[in-house]
């Protein structure tokens, strides 16, 4: 693999990954807070 | 009153990462598993991965929030919805025309998943090891009456999950959601770990800078993420009817959004790699991945897992995930068409029964041959994206800062969209579907040169479909005001969910 490959495919799998897990932890706080 | 808003707490989402679980169940298709990583890895890998990528983040989420919002605001199917937020009974239309084609969807998708059914039976008997690919999947997709029975069952499984209501689509998506990742998660461990699986890999992440100013990269990755993710067949307004007002409606989008981007990586990540360490040259395995979406799961990957040691476990994850995404994509489908008999007051059974037996005769033909089933394929494709438009249309008119500011960013909000949110649902998502449909009918003359055709992938055929969903639409489009409940909506707060009995 290329250097830019790894670093696309570290890029966007955290972006989406860690954003993903990321927002659901927001979420359950949000549900703590709004309930 | 307070009572009512109790009782009404158990007809809608338990909670809000629930909710955005089964919106993440619900959004993921067999277009997140067979057709995004062959779509990459054709149109620039890298490159198609990052435009995929901003145009999710910067168009379809940000209008997927402001569905969601019809959705909760409305309390009502998608005509009712319609009607309700852009305030006129003519505007009833719009939603009937985005419910007509989720019909059509179901009708020909519920195909889909009989073939894969049948597919995951095949691989459980070897039943396609030393057959010709080609041949098989031609007797299985046309004048199968094995194939027929399925879709039957499907159908009356869909009807069943529609008539038992959103408690139902909580408990399917427990179970589906952790077995799809799962299966994918598993061939995604093998298949990177295979010699010469890196090849494929770079095929899917490499890029050239100069690919990202290709019109065609970024039209592609559009399409993806339209067809994909699910702006204009009317889901997260479905789902938003049943959510409670209390719940964050941002945070609940971006995880669906991010969840179908994360299945979608994930697939071809498990793919990709998969295709390429099983192909003897680069050629052969860009040949493997331009034999479209059909072409790649049936015809290739079958002949890649028949290769692999391994293979069959293989297979059989492979196709255990294409059922778990396309059934709950079902399921969904099957919520926005029953919403309008509810709203009727039309009672369960009857609903389900008459959904039932519309989709078994809408869809039989598909059901029955391939030729039909391309077809309607295309033509609800092009509808998704005019459904998409309609719902950019009713916030506009709505007013996009007048919803940002009073429903989207309330105090149970966790992600506050700032002023760009309007400019990207009314002004460069519009610009962006209507760029896509352009395209789209070019592309389409040069597969059907007789282009009045109504039975080909063709204009004839949209005008003929589209034009007659839309006709349908307008002549019942009084009926359909005037059946559906009252307006919930008072156009600054949420209404509490609504029985759904």
Excluded at chain 2, 22 to 37: E, H
Excluded at chain 2, 406 to 435: C, D, Q, R, T, Y
């Amino acid at each position: 693999m290329t250097a830019k490959a790894i670093i696309t495919m570290i890029v966007v799998l955290g972006l989406v990954w860690g954003g993903l897990i990321l927002a659901i932890i927001r979420l359950q706080k949000m549900k703590v807070a709004n309930s | 009153m307070e009572k009512k808003v109790e009782k009404n707490k158990s007809t809608g989402f338990s909670s809000p990462l629930i909710m955005a679980f089964c919106l993440i169940a619900g959004s993921v298709g067999t277009g997140n598993i067979w057709r995004f990583p062959r779509v990459a890895a054709t149109n620039g890998g890298g490159a198609f991965v990052i435009a995929y990528v901003i145009i999710m983040l910067f168009a379809i989420i940000p209008l997927m929030m402001g569905e969601h919002v019809i959705g909760r605001a409305t309390r009502r199917g998608l005509p009712g919805a319609f009607r309700d937020f852009i305030g006129t009974p003519k505007s009833t239309w719009f939603g009937s025309f985005v419910w007509v084609i989720v019909f059509m969807t179901i009708s020909y998708y519920t195909v889909v998943i009989s073939w894969v059914v049948y597919y995951l039976g095949l691989t459980i008997t070897n039943g396609y090891v030393g057959v010709d690919k080609v041949e098989l999947f031609n007797s299985v997709s046309n004048g199968n009456i094995t194939i027929v029975l399925i879709f039957i069952a499907l159908q009356a499984l869909g009807a069943y999950m529609a008539y038992k209501g959103v408690k139902a689509i909580e408990k399917s998506t427990k179970v589906i959601l952790p077995i799809l990742f799962l299966s994918l998660i598993g061939i995604a461990i093998r298949t990177v770990t295979l010699p010469g699986a890196s090849l494929g890999l770079n095929y899917l992440f490499d890029f050239k800078v100069q690919e990202l100013f290709k019109s065609k990269v970024w039209l592609e990755a559009l399409t993806q993420t339209v067809w994909s993710a699910g702006p204009g067949w009317g889901i997260c307004i479905a789902y938003g009817v049943y959510a409670q007002r209390k719940s964050d409606i941002s945070l609940s989008t971006t995880v669906q959004g991010f969840g179908d981007m994360g299945v979608a990586l994930l697939s071809g990540v498990a793919i990709i790699p998969a295709i390429f360490a099983m192909s003897v040259s680069t050629e052969e395995a860009m040949s493997l991945l331009s034999s479209g979406n059909n072409g790649l799961a049936f015809v290739a990957l079958t002949g890649v897992f028949e290769r692999m040691q391994g293979g069959q476990l293989m297979g059989v994850l492979f196709f255990v995930a294409l059922i778990m995404a396309g059934f709950s994509s079902l399921i969904a489908m099957y919520a926005i068409i029953y919403q309008p008999f509810n709203d009727a007051k039309i009672s369960k059974q009857k609903s389900a029964i008459g959904l039932f037996l519309t989709t078994v005769l809408l869809g039989a033909p598909s059901a029955w041959s391939i030729k039909f089933f391309d077809n309607q394929d295309f033509v609800v494709g092009m509808g998704m994206v005019i459904g998409a438009i309609f719902s950019s249309y009713a916030i506009t008119r709505f007013g996009a800062e007048k919803l940002r500011v009073k429903l989207l960013n309330n105090e149970h909000s966790g992600l506050s969209m700032g002023k760009w949110w309007n400019v990207s649902v009314s002004i460069l998502f519009p610009i962006l579907a209507v760029a896509m449909l352009i395209w789209w009918l070019i592309l389409s003359f040069g597969w059907s040169p007789d282009w009045w055709n109504p039975f080909g992938l063709s204009i004839g055929t949209l005008v003929l479909q589209l034009g007659g969903a839309s006709i349908v639409a307008l002549l019942i489009n009084t009926r359909i005001s005037n059946a559906t409940g009252p307006k919930l909506f008072n156009g600054s707060e949420f209404p509490p969910v609504q029985d759904n009995e």
